[in-house]
Protein backbone atom coordinates (compact mmCIF):
# COMPACT_ATOMS: atom_id res chain seq x y z
CA UNK A 1 0.00 0.00 0.00
CA UNK A 2 1.57 3.88 -0.88
CA UNK A 3 2.17 5.90 1.74
CA UNK A 4 0.03 8.60 2.50
CA UNK A 5 0.52 11.88 -0.24
CA UNK A 6 -1.63 14.67 -0.18
CA UNK A 7 -3.25 16.31 -2.98
CA UNK A 8 -0.74 19.16 -4.04
CA UNK A 9 -2.44 22.61 -5.26
CA UNK A 10 -0.85 24.18 -8.81
CA UNK A 11 2.88 25.17 -8.15
CA UNK A 12 2.95 29.49 -6.60
CA UNK A 13 4.79 29.76 -10.45
CA UNK A 14 2.76 28.02 -12.56
CA UNK A 15 -0.08 29.97 -11.09
CA UNK A 16 1.49 33.07 -11.25
CA UNK A 17 2.38 32.54 -15.11
CA UNK A 18 -0.88 31.85 -15.45
CA UNK A 19 -2.51 34.95 -14.23
CA UNK A 20 0.60 36.94 -16.29
CA UNK A 21 -0.72 35.43 -19.67
CA UNK A 22 -4.08 36.74 -19.00
CA UNK A 23 -5.69 32.92 -19.10
CA UNK A 24 -9.06 32.32 -17.25
CA UNK A 25 -9.71 28.68 -16.95
CA UNK A 26 -13.64 27.37 -17.67
CA UNK A 27 -15.50 26.76 -14.91
CA UNK A 28 -18.91 24.87 -14.78
CA UNK A 29 -21.53 26.60 -12.37
CA UNK A 30 -23.31 23.76 -10.77
CA UNK A 31 -26.46 23.76 -9.05
CA UNK A 32 -26.05 20.63 -6.61
CA UNK A 33 -29.36 20.72 -3.85
CA UNK A 34 -28.68 20.30 -0.88
CA UNK A 35 -25.06 20.13 1.34
CA UNK A 36 -23.58 16.80 0.49
CA UNK A 37 -23.60 14.65 4.23
CA UNK A 38 -20.11 13.20 2.99
CA UNK A 39 -17.27 12.87 0.46
CA UNK A 40 -16.84 9.47 1.32
CA UNK A 41 -17.41 7.91 -1.29
CA UNK A 42 -18.15 4.02 0.80
CA UNK A 43 -20.87 6.70 2.99
CA UNK A 44 -22.78 8.59 0.05
CA UNK A 45 -26.38 7.66 -0.12
CA UNK A 46 -27.76 10.78 -1.97
CA UNK A 47 -27.68 12.64 -5.29
CA UNK A 48 -26.08 16.02 -3.64
CA UNK A 49 -23.10 13.35 -2.75
CA UNK A 50 -23.22 11.53 -5.75
CA UNK A 51 -23.18 14.35 -8.40
CA UNK A 52 -19.70 15.22 -6.84
CA UNK A 53 -18.27 11.81 -6.30
CA UNK A 54 -18.89 10.93 -10.17
CA UNK A 55 -16.20 13.89 -11.11
CA UNK A 56 -13.60 13.15 -8.03
CA UNK A 57 -13.84 8.91 -8.17
CA UNK A 58 -13.68 6.63 -11.38
CA UNK A 59 -14.93 2.79 -10.69
CA UNK A 60 -13.96 -0.11 -12.79
CA UNK A 61 -16.44 0.40 -15.12
CA UNK A 62 -18.22 3.81 -15.46
CA UNK A 63 -21.07 5.48 -17.60
CA UNK A 64 -20.53 8.00 -20.74
CA UNK A 65 -22.77 10.79 -21.05
CA UNK A 66 -25.67 9.16 -22.41
CA UNK A 67 -25.62 6.47 -19.05
CA UNK A 68 -24.32 3.67 -21.22
CA UNK A 69 -22.10 1.61 -19.27
CA UNK A 70 -17.97 1.98 -20.42
CA UNK A 71 -14.82 1.00 -19.34
CA UNK A 72 -13.37 3.10 -16.14
CA UNK A 73 -10.23 1.41 -14.28
CA UNK A 74 -10.69 -1.66 -16.01
CA UNK A 75 -10.09 -1.69 -19.51
CA UNK A 76 -12.14 -5.41 -20.83
CA UNK A 77 -13.42 -7.01 -17.90
CA UNK A 78 -15.64 -10.96 -18.45
CA UNK A 79 -17.66 -13.23 -16.69
CA UNK A 80 -17.92 -17.25 -16.25
CA UNK A 81 -20.06 -19.63 -17.85
CA UNK A 82 -22.57 -19.14 -14.97
CA UNK A 83 -22.50 -15.91 -14.37
CA UNK A 84 -20.96 -16.46 -10.66
CA UNK A 85 -17.15 -14.96 -11.33
CA UNK A 86 -16.08 -12.00 -12.95
CA UNK A 87 -12.72 -10.67 -13.74
CA UNK A 88 -11.55 -7.30 -14.67
CA UNK A 89 -8.40 -6.27 -16.13
CA UNK A 90 -7.18 -2.56 -15.37
CA UNK A 91 -5.86 -0.20 -17.85
CA UNK A 92 -2.04 0.52 -17.94
CA UNK A 93 -0.74 3.06 -15.93
CA UNK A 94 -3.40 4.28 -13.21
CA UNK A 95 -2.43 6.83 -10.53
CA UNK A 96 -4.16 8.84 -7.55
CA UNK A 97 -4.38 12.63 -8.01
CA UNK A 98 -1.74 12.54 -5.69
CA UNK A 99 0.89 10.82 -8.25
CA UNK A 100 1.23 7.50 -6.35
CA UNK A 101 0.59 4.34 -8.66
CA UNK A 102 -3.38 2.85 -7.99
CA UNK A 103 -2.98 -1.09 -8.39
CA UNK A 104 -5.49 -3.92 -8.26
CA UNK A 105 -4.58 -4.59 -4.22
CA UNK A 106 -5.27 -1.75 -3.44
CA UNK A 107 -8.88 -2.08 -5.00
CA UNK A 108 -9.69 -5.40 -3.33
CA UNK A 109 -8.25 -3.32 -0.11
CA UNK A 110 -10.85 -0.68 -0.80
CA UNK A 111 -13.79 -2.98 -0.94
CA UNK A 112 -12.87 -4.44 1.95
CA UNK A 113 -13.37 -1.02 4.12
CA UNK A 114 -16.50 -0.29 2.01
CA UNK A 115 -18.10 -3.79 3.42
CA UNK A 116 -16.44 -3.80 6.77
CA UNK A 117 -18.91 -2.93 9.97
CA UNK A 118 -17.16 -0.26 11.11
CA UNK A 119 -17.88 1.91 7.81
CA UNK A 120 -21.96 1.14 7.62
CA UNK A 121 -21.61 1.58 4.41
CA UNK A 122 -25.89 2.24 3.25
CA UNK A 123 -25.96 0.61 -0.07
CA UNK A 124 -23.84 -2.57 1.23
CA UNK A 125 -27.04 -4.52 0.98
CA UNK A 126 -27.02 -3.51 -2.76
CA UNK A 127 -23.95 -5.97 -3.06
CA UNK A 128 -25.37 -9.14 -1.24
CA UNK A 129 -24.85 -11.08 -4.42
CA UNK A 130 -21.13 -10.74 -3.35
CA UNK A 131 -20.06 -13.87 -1.78
CA UNK A 132 -19.61 -13.00 2.15
CA UNK A 133 -21.00 -9.46 1.88
CA UNK A 134 -23.60 -9.57 4.07
CA UNK A 135 -21.75 -11.49 6.85
CA UNK A 136 -18.74 -9.66 6.75
CA UNK A 137 -21.05 -6.40 6.94
CA UNK A 138 -22.88 -8.08 9.70
CA UNK A 139 -19.20 -8.34 11.36
CA UNK A 140 -19.77 -12.59 10.98
CA UNK A 141 -16.64 -12.55 9.29
CA UNK A 142 -13.52 -10.66 8.65
CA UNK A 143 -13.58 -8.84 5.87
CA UNK A 144 -10.61 -10.94 4.08
CA UNK A 145 -13.78 -13.48 3.42
CA UNK A 146 -15.19 -11.26 0.85
CA UNK A 147 -15.43 -12.24 -2.59
CA UNK A 148 -13.13 -9.74 -4.12
CA UNK A 149 -9.66 -11.05 -4.74
CA UNK A 150 -6.25 -9.98 -7.03
CA UNK A 151 -4.77 -12.48 -8.85
CA UNK A 152 -2.00 -9.55 -10.04
CA UNK A 153 -1.57 -6.56 -10.04
CA UNK A 154 -4.17 -6.05 -13.02
CA UNK A 155 -6.86 -7.74 -12.09
CA UNK A 156 -9.33 -7.89 -10.08
CA UNK A 157 -12.17 -10.92 -9.15
CA UNK A 158 -15.22 -11.02 -7.59
CA UNK A 159 -17.03 -14.28 -6.44
CA UNK A 160 -20.83 -14.12 -6.74
CA UNK A 161 -23.39 -16.53 -5.45
CA UNK A 162 -26.12 -15.50 -7.27
CA UNK A 163 -26.76 -13.64 -10.68
CA UNK A 164 -26.68 -9.84 -10.20
CA UNK A 165 -25.94 -6.66 -13.11
CA UNK A 166 -22.56 -6.20 -11.33
CA UNK A 167 -21.02 -4.17 -13.97
CA UNK A 168 -23.79 -1.54 -13.53
CA UNK A 169 -23.22 -1.88 -9.25
CA UNK A 170 -19.42 -1.23 -9.49
CA UNK A 171 -20.48 2.15 -11.16
CA UNK A 172 -22.09 3.55 -7.54
CA UNK A 173 -19.92 5.36 -4.90
CA UNK A 174 -19.39 2.14 -3.03
CA UNK A 175 -17.26 0.78 -5.41
CA UNK A 176 -15.08 3.76 -5.68
CA UNK A 177 -11.21 3.27 -4.78
CA UNK A 178 -10.70 4.60 -1.46
CA UNK A 179 -7.02 5.71 -0.49
CA UNK A 180 -6.90 3.86 2.76
CA UNK A 181 -3.73 5.68 3.84
CA UNK A 182 -5.07 8.94 3.89
CA UNK A 183 -8.18 7.02 5.43
CA UNK A 184 -5.27 5.90 8.08
CA UNK A 185 -3.60 9.54 8.69
CA UNK A 186 -6.69 11.63 9.02
CA UNK A 187 -9.79 9.80 9.83
CA UNK A 188 -13.23 11.11 8.73
CA UNK A 189 -10.97 14.36 7.75
CA UNK A 190 -9.41 12.39 4.66
CA UNK A 191 -12.89 13.84 2.75
CA UNK A 192 -11.14 17.45 3.05
CA UNK A 193 -9.27 19.44 0.55
CA UNK A 194 -5.70 19.17 1.17
CA UNK A 195 -6.50 15.30 2.37
CA UNK A 196 -8.80 14.53 0.11
CA UNK A 197 -6.78 11.69 -2.70
CA UNK A 198 -9.08 10.58 -5.79
CA UNK A 199 -8.86 8.70 -8.85
CA UNK A 200 -11.44 10.17 -11.14
CA UNK A 201 -11.25 13.02 -14.03
CA UNK A 202 -11.18 15.92 -10.81
CA UNK A 203 -9.73 16.42 -7.61
CA UNK A 204 -11.54 18.13 -5.13
CA UNK A 205 -9.63 22.16 -4.78
CA UNK A 206 -11.96 24.04 -2.21
CA UNK A 207 -15.41 22.89 0.43
CA UNK A 208 -16.93 26.01 1.60
CA UNK A 209 -19.89 24.64 3.84
CA UNK A 210 -23.23 25.80 2.93
CA UNK A 211 -21.98 27.50 0.49
CA UNK A 212 -19.68 25.61 -2.98
CA UNK A 213 -17.52 22.51 -3.43
CA UNK A 214 -14.73 23.18 -6.07
CA UNK A 215 -12.74 20.35 -8.16
CA UNK A 216 -10.32 21.09 -10.63
CA UNK A 217 -9.23 18.87 -13.24
CA UNK A 218 -6.63 15.98 -12.39
CA UNK A 219 -3.86 15.59 -14.33
CA UNK A 220 -2.77 12.03 -12.96
CA UNK A 221 -6.50 10.71 -14.35
CA UNK A 222 -5.71 8.52 -17.33
CA UNK A 223 -8.35 10.36 -19.94
CA UNK A 224 -7.07 13.66 -18.69
CA UNK A 225 -6.42 14.93 -22.15
CA UNK A 226 -10.20 14.73 -22.95
CA UNK A 227 -11.66 16.78 -20.15
CA UNK A 228 -12.38 19.88 -21.42
CA UNK A 229 -13.76 21.69 -18.08
CA UNK A 230 -10.57 22.63 -15.93
CA UNK A 231 -12.89 23.62 -12.98
CA UNK A 232 -16.13 22.58 -11.53
CA UNK A 233 -17.61 24.42 -9.05
CA UNK A 234 -21.07 22.54 -7.17
CA UNK A 235 -23.20 25.26 -5.42
CA UNK A 236 -25.48 24.34 -2.38
CA UNK A 237 -29.05 25.25 -3.92
CA UNK A 238 -31.41 23.64 -1.49
CA UNK A 239 -34.07 26.97 -2.58
CA UNK A 240 -34.82 25.70 -6.11
CA UNK A 241 -36.97 29.08 -6.82
CA UNK A 242 -33.33 30.51 -5.75
CA UNK A 243 -31.35 28.03 -8.17
CA UNK A 244 -33.93 29.19 -10.35
CA UNK A 245 -32.77 32.93 -10.23
CA UNK A 246 -29.19 32.13 -10.36
CA UNK A 247 -29.72 30.27 -13.27
CA UNK A 248 -31.44 33.59 -15.08
CA UNK A 249 -28.86 36.21 -13.56
CA UNK A 250 -26.19 33.82 -15.03
CA UNK A 251 -24.44 32.57 -12.00
CA UNK A 252 -25.48 29.02 -13.01
CA UNK A 253 -24.49 27.07 -16.25
CA UNK A 254 -26.63 24.04 -14.68
CA UNK A 255 -29.46 23.49 -12.05
CA UNK A 256 -30.03 20.98 -10.43
CA UNK A 257 -33.79 21.16 -10.29
CA UNK A 258 -36.44 23.36 -11.95
CA UNK A 259 -39.05 23.95 -8.83
CA UNK A 260 -42.94 23.65 -9.33
CA UNK A 261 -44.08 26.48 -11.90
CA UNK A 262 -46.27 26.58 -15.04
CA UNK A 263 -44.54 24.16 -18.00
CA UNK A 264 -46.07 26.57 -20.37
CA UNK A 265 -44.54 29.71 -18.19
CA UNK A 266 -41.47 27.79 -18.11
CA UNK A 267 -41.15 26.84 -21.69
CA UNK A 268 -41.90 30.43 -22.64
CA UNK A 269 -39.20 31.80 -20.52
CA UNK A 270 -36.28 29.28 -21.10
CA UNK A 271 -37.07 27.50 -24.15
CA UNK A 272 -34.68 24.99 -25.21
CA UNK A 273 -32.56 25.55 -21.82
CA UNK A 274 -35.19 23.37 -20.26
CA UNK A 275 -34.86 19.87 -20.07
CA UNK A 276 -37.37 17.10 -19.18
CA UNK A 277 -36.90 13.40 -19.47
CA UNK A 278 -38.06 10.41 -17.95
CA UNK A 279 -36.50 9.07 -14.82
CA UNK A 280 -35.81 6.04 -12.86
CA UNK A 281 -37.06 7.58 -9.83
CA UNK A 282 -39.77 7.47 -7.61
CA UNK A 283 -41.49 9.24 -4.63
CA UNK A 284 -43.30 8.21 -1.79
CA UNK A 285 -43.92 8.93 1.79
CA UNK A 286 -43.09 6.44 4.29
CA UNK A 287 -44.76 5.54 7.64
CA UNK A 288 -42.87 4.63 10.73
CA UNK A 289 -44.32 1.14 11.25
CA UNK A 290 -41.78 0.61 14.08
CA UNK A 291 -44.23 3.05 16.83
CA UNK A 292 -48.19 3.63 17.41
CA UNK A 293 -50.23 4.65 15.71
CA UNK A 294 -48.76 3.07 12.43
CA UNK A 295 -47.42 0.18 14.17
CA UNK A 296 -49.46 -3.43 13.16
CA UNK A 297 -50.75 -5.64 16.17
CA UNK A 298 -53.58 -3.35 17.85
CA UNK A 299 -56.56 -5.19 16.15
CA UNK A 300 -60.10 -3.92 16.60
CA UNK A 301 -63.20 -6.37 16.34
CA UNK A 302 -65.37 -4.55 13.84
CA UNK A 303 -66.82 -5.24 10.56
CA UNK A 304 -64.87 -4.36 7.42
CA UNK A 305 -65.68 -1.36 5.55
CA UNK A 306 -66.93 -2.32 2.27
CA UNK A 307 -64.61 -2.97 -0.33
CA UNK A 308 -61.55 -4.41 2.33
CA UNK A 309 -60.22 -7.32 0.71
CA UNK A 310 -59.05 -10.30 3.36
CA UNK A 311 -58.55 -12.87 1.16
CA UNK A 312 -55.46 -11.83 -0.61
CA UNK A 313 -51.96 -11.58 1.59
CA UNK A 314 -52.00 -8.67 3.41
CA UNK A 315 -54.70 -7.21 4.56
CA UNK A 316 -56.24 -4.50 7.06
CA UNK A 317 -58.76 -7.36 8.26
CA UNK A 318 -57.38 -10.44 9.08
CA UNK A 319 -59.32 -13.28 10.39
CA UNK A 320 -62.07 -10.91 11.27
CA UNK A 321 -59.87 -8.14 13.11
CA UNK A 322 -59.21 -4.97 11.63
CA UNK A 323 -55.56 -4.61 12.21
CA UNK A 324 -56.08 -0.18 13.42
CA UNK A 325 -52.18 0.40 12.89
CA UNK A 326 -52.65 -1.24 9.16
CA UNK A 327 -56.03 0.77 8.54
CA UNK A 328 -54.64 4.20 9.31
CA UNK A 329 -51.86 3.58 7.10
CA UNK A 330 -54.54 3.01 4.08
CA UNK A 331 -56.18 5.34 4.80
CA UNK A 332 -53.89 8.22 4.47
CA UNK A 333 -53.06 6.57 1.48
CA UNK A 334 -55.86 6.58 -0.30
CA UNK A 335 -57.05 9.98 0.98
CA UNK A 336 -54.24 11.54 -1.44
CA UNK A 337 -55.46 12.45 -5.00
CA UNK A 338 -52.41 11.80 -7.05
CA UNK A 339 -53.70 13.36 -9.90
CA UNK A 340 -54.32 16.52 -9.05
CA UNK A 341 -50.26 16.16 -7.33
CA UNK A 342 -49.04 15.66 -10.41
CA UNK A 343 -50.93 18.47 -12.35
CA UNK A 344 -50.99 21.49 -9.55
CA UNK A 345 -48.56 20.97 -7.27
CA UNK A 346 -45.17 19.16 -9.34
CA UNK A 347 -46.21 19.90 -13.10
CA UNK A 348 -43.36 19.30 -14.99
CA UNK A 349 -43.70 15.41 -16.97
CA UNK A 350 -44.36 13.27 -13.50
CA UNK A 351 -46.80 10.39 -14.01
CA UNK A 352 -48.94 9.98 -10.67
CA UNK A 353 -47.44 6.53 -8.72
CA UNK A 354 -49.39 3.40 -7.46
CA UNK A 355 -46.21 1.41 -7.23
CA UNK A 356 -42.34 1.56 -6.31
CA UNK A 357 -41.14 0.63 -9.33
CA UNK A 358 -41.12 3.41 -11.88
CA UNK A 359 -42.38 2.02 -15.71
CA UNK A 360 -39.21 2.14 -18.27
CA UNK A 361 -37.17 -1.00 -16.88
CA UNK A 362 -36.82 -3.48 -19.81
CA UNK A 363 -38.62 -6.17 -18.65
CA UNK A 364 -40.54 -5.68 -16.03
CA UNK A 365 -43.84 -4.70 -15.63
CA UNK A 366 -44.41 -2.46 -12.53
CA UNK A 367 -47.25 -3.36 -9.80
CA UNK A 368 -49.51 -0.91 -8.85
CA UNK A 369 -52.42 -0.64 -5.77
CA UNK A 370 -55.54 -3.13 -6.00
CA UNK A 371 -57.40 0.21 -5.08
CA UNK A 372 -55.89 2.45 -7.53
CA UNK A 373 -58.93 1.20 -10.60
CA UNK A 374 -61.22 2.74 -8.47
CA UNK A 375 -62.31 6.32 -8.74
CA UNK A 376 -61.01 9.46 -6.38
CA UNK A 377 -64.15 9.80 -4.87
CA UNK A 378 -64.68 6.33 -4.11
CA UNK A 379 -60.48 5.88 -2.40
CA UNK A 380 -61.91 8.78 -0.28
CA UNK A 381 -64.88 7.21 0.67
CA UNK A 382 -63.15 4.32 1.67
CA UNK A 383 -60.03 6.22 3.03
CA UNK A 384 -62.64 7.50 5.79
CA UNK A 385 -64.09 4.47 6.85
CA UNK A 386 -61.22 2.77 7.26
CA UNK A 387 -59.69 6.11 9.55
CA UNK A 388 -62.68 5.69 11.43
CA UNK A 389 -62.32 1.91 11.80
CA UNK A 390 -59.00 2.80 13.16
CA UNK A 391 -60.39 4.65 16.16
CA UNK A 392 -60.49 8.31 14.85
CA UNK A 393 -63.23 10.98 14.34
CA UNK A 394 -64.14 14.74 13.97
CA UNK A 395 -63.99 14.71 18.08
CA UNK A 396 -60.80 12.30 18.10
CA UNK A 397 -58.74 13.50 15.35
CA UNK A 398 -55.19 11.89 14.53
CA UNK A 399 -52.46 14.29 15.01
CA UNK A 400 -48.87 13.09 13.28
CA UNK A 401 -46.18 14.73 11.78
CA UNK A 402 -45.26 14.55 8.33
CA UNK A 403 -41.19 15.57 8.11
CA UNK A 404 -38.96 16.56 4.94
CA UNK A 405 -35.81 17.79 3.76
CA UNK A 406 -35.58 21.43 3.26
CA UNK A 407 -36.23 22.07 -0.14
CA UNK A 408 -39.20 24.44 -2.09
CA UNK A 409 -40.79 21.57 -4.26
CA UNK A 410 -40.75 19.19 -0.96
CA UNK A 411 -42.35 22.10 0.83
CA UNK A 412 -45.63 22.56 -1.64
CA UNK A 413 -46.03 18.74 -1.79
CA UNK A 414 -46.10 18.12 2.28
CA UNK A 415 -48.13 20.71 2.23
CA UNK A 416 -50.50 19.35 -0.62
CA UNK A 417 -50.97 16.21 1.36
CA UNK A 418 -51.65 17.68 4.46
CA UNK A 419 -54.33 19.87 3.20
CA UNK A 420 -55.98 16.55 1.41
CA UNK A 421 -55.29 14.24 4.85
CA UNK A 422 -57.23 17.19 6.77
CA UNK A 423 -60.10 18.09 4.32
CA UNK A 424 -60.80 14.16 3.62
CA UNK A 425 -60.13 13.01 6.95
CA UNK A 426 -59.98 15.36 9.65
CA UNK A 427 -56.39 14.82 10.82
CA UNK A 428 -53.94 17.60 12.26
CA UNK A 429 -50.47 17.25 10.41
CA UNK A 430 -47.64 19.73 11.78
CA UNK A 431 -44.99 19.75 9.09
CA UNK A 432 -41.34 19.62 9.61
CA UNK A 433 -38.61 20.64 7.72
CA UNK A 434 -34.87 19.39 8.66
CA UNK A 435 -31.56 20.48 7.20
CA UNK A 436 -30.68 17.60 4.95
CA UNK A 437 -28.53 15.23 7.45
CA UNK A 438 -30.44 16.04 10.27
CA UNK A 439 -33.42 14.47 8.27
CA UNK A 440 -31.34 11.71 7.16
CA UNK A 441 -30.48 11.10 10.37
CA UNK A 442 -33.56 10.74 11.99
CA UNK A 443 -35.46 8.82 9.02
CA UNK A 444 -32.77 6.03 9.61
CA UNK A 445 -32.70 5.84 13.59
CA UNK A 446 -37.03 5.90 13.05
CA UNK A 447 -37.44 7.12 16.78
CA UNK A 448 -39.12 10.47 16.34
CA UNK A 449 -40.32 9.93 12.79
CA UNK A 450 -43.99 9.06 11.72
CA UNK A 451 -44.16 10.11 8.15
CA UNK A 452 -41.63 11.32 6.44
CA UNK A 453 -40.55 12.26 2.69
CA UNK A 454 -39.22 8.82 1.57
CA UNK A 455 -38.33 7.27 -2.57
CA UNK A 456 -35.76 6.05 -4.42
CA UNK A 457 -33.45 6.80 -7.33
CA UNK A 458 -32.46 3.93 -9.59
CA UNK A 459 -28.82 3.19 -8.74
CA UNK A 460 -28.79 1.02 -11.93
CA UNK A 461 -31.90 0.06 -14.10
CA UNK A 462 -33.19 -3.16 -12.06
CA UNK A 463 -36.64 -3.61 -10.46
CA UNK A 464 -34.60 -5.16 -7.45
CA UNK A 465 -32.83 -2.36 -6.84
CA UNK A 466 -35.95 -0.82 -5.85
CA UNK A 467 -37.02 -3.20 -3.48
CA UNK A 468 -34.02 -4.30 -1.66
CA UNK A 469 -33.82 -1.74 1.33
CA UNK A 470 -37.60 -3.71 2.43
CA UNK A 471 -35.93 -7.49 2.24
CA UNK A 472 -34.47 -6.48 5.99
CA UNK A 473 -34.08 -4.33 9.03
CA UNK A 474 -31.03 -2.58 7.31
CA UNK A 475 -30.48 1.16 7.43
CA UNK A 476 -32.40 1.79 4.36
CA UNK A 477 -35.56 0.40 5.54
CA UNK A 478 -36.52 3.74 7.20
CA UNK A 479 -40.51 2.54 7.76
CA UNK A 480 -39.14 -0.43 9.84
CA UNK A 481 -41.70 -2.88 8.09
CA UNK A 482 -40.35 -6.34 7.55
CA UNK A 483 -42.80 -8.99 5.83
CA UNK A 484 -41.33 -12.50 4.90
CA UNK A 485 -43.50 -12.74 2.17
CA UNK A 486 -41.28 -10.01 0.50
CA UNK A 487 -38.00 -11.67 1.56
CA UNK A 488 -39.23 -15.01 0.29
CA UNK A 489 -40.04 -13.47 -3.44
CA UNK A 490 -36.80 -11.53 -3.33
CA UNK A 491 -35.38 -14.83 -2.69
CA UNK A 492 -37.23 -16.74 -5.60
CA UNK A 493 -36.28 -14.33 -7.95
CA UNK A 494 -32.41 -14.46 -7.23
CA UNK A 495 -33.07 -18.06 -7.77
CA UNK A 496 -34.56 -18.14 -10.52
CA UNK A 497 -33.11 -19.29 -13.80
CA UNK A 498 -34.00 -16.64 -16.56
CA UNK A 499 -34.83 -13.07 -16.59
CA UNK A 500 -38.59 -13.61 -17.15
CA UNK A 501 -39.03 -15.57 -14.20
CA UNK A 502 -36.71 -13.10 -12.04
CA UNK A 503 -38.92 -10.44 -12.89
CA UNK A 504 -42.44 -12.37 -12.08
CA UNK A 505 -41.27 -12.91 -8.52
CA UNK A 506 -39.93 -9.31 -8.39
CA UNK A 507 -43.79 -7.85 -9.35
CA UNK A 508 -44.83 -10.54 -6.93
CA UNK A 509 -42.61 -8.81 -4.10
CA UNK A 510 -43.55 -5.32 -5.02
CA UNK A 511 -47.54 -6.30 -5.29
CA UNK A 512 -46.61 -7.95 -1.38
CA UNK A 513 -44.89 -4.48 -0.31
CA UNK A 514 -47.88 -2.40 -1.58
CA UNK A 515 -50.40 -4.29 0.29
CA UNK A 516 -48.39 -3.84 3.47
CA UNK A 517 -49.07 -0.06 2.83
CA UNK A 518 -45.86 1.03 4.93
CA UNK A 519 -44.78 3.18 1.94
CA UNK A 520 -47.38 5.56 0.14
CA UNK A 521 -46.37 6.25 -3.51
CA UNK A 522 -46.85 9.19 -4.65
CA UNK A 523 -45.66 9.88 -8.04
CA UNK A 524 -42.25 8.85 -10.45
CA UNK A 525 -39.92 11.66 -11.20
CA UNK A 526 -38.82 13.26 -14.08
CA UNK A 527 -35.80 15.06 -14.56
CA UNK A 528 -35.81 18.48 -15.12
CA UNK A 529 -33.06 20.93 -15.58
CA UNK A 530 -32.07 23.83 -16.61
CA UNK A 531 -28.61 23.98 -19.14
CA UNK A 532 -26.85 26.81 -20.10
CA UNK A 533 -26.99 27.23 -24.27
CA UNK A 534 -22.78 27.35 -24.14
CA UNK A 535 -23.16 24.02 -22.00
CA UNK A 536 -22.19 21.04 -24.69
CA UNK A 537 -22.29 17.53 -24.10
CA UNK A 538 -25.10 17.54 -21.57
CA UNK A 539 -27.53 14.44 -22.48
CA UNK A 540 -30.73 12.98 -20.90
CA UNK A 541 -30.49 9.72 -19.74
CA UNK A 542 -32.20 7.29 -17.64
CA UNK A 543 -30.06 7.56 -13.85
CA UNK A 544 -29.76 11.01 -14.67
CA UNK A 545 -26.50 10.81 -14.26
CA UNK A 546 -24.07 13.89 -15.50
CA UNK A 547 -20.63 13.46 -15.08
CA UNK A 548 -18.47 17.19 -15.57
CA UNK A 549 -15.70 15.31 -17.99
CA UNK A 550 -17.94 14.29 -20.68
CA UNK A 551 -19.47 18.06 -20.69
CA UNK A 552 -17.65 21.60 -22.30
CA UNK A 553 -18.00 25.24 -22.33
CA UNK A 554 -18.54 27.29 -25.72
CA UNK A 555 -17.98 30.68 -26.13
Same mark, same amino acid.
Given at each position: ???????? /???? !??? $???? &???? @? +??? =?????????????????????????????????????????????????????????????????????????????????????????????? /???? !??? $???? &???? @? +??? =????????????????????????????????????????????????????????????????????????????????????????????????????? $???????????? =??????????????????????????????????????????????????????????????????????????????????????????????????????????????????????????????????????????????????????????????????????????????????????????????????????????????????????????????????????????????????????????????????????????????????????????????????????????????
Amino acid at each position: MPRFRPSR /PWPA !LAL $AMLL &ATGA @Q +AAT =LERGNGPEPSTLDAHKCQEVACGNVLRDLYEGLVTEDAGGRLVPGMARTWSTSPDGRTWTFVLRDGLRWSNGEPLDAPQIVASFRRAFAPMTAA /PFGE !LFE $ALHN &AKAV @Q +AGD =LPPSALGVDAPDARTVAFHLDRSAPLPALLTLPIAFPVYLPAVETFGAQHTRPGTLVSNGAYRLAAWTPQANLVVERNARFHDAANVAIDRVRFQVTEDAA $AELQRFAAGDLH =LTEVVPPQPLASLRARFGSRLRLSPYLGSFWLGINTTHAPFKDGDCARVAAPRGVDASRGLSPLRDGCLDRGHALRRALSMAIDRELLVSRVTGLGERAAYGIVPPGIAGYTPASTTWSRVSQAEREKQARLLYRAAGYSDARPLEIELRYNTSTPHRRLALAVAAMWRQVLGAHVRLRNEDWKVFVGNRKQRVITQVFRGGWIADVPDARNFLTAFESDGPLNWTGWQDKGVVDRLHRADAAKNEVARNAWLHAAETRLLQGDAVVPLYFYSSKHLVDARVRGFEANALDHHASRWMHLTE
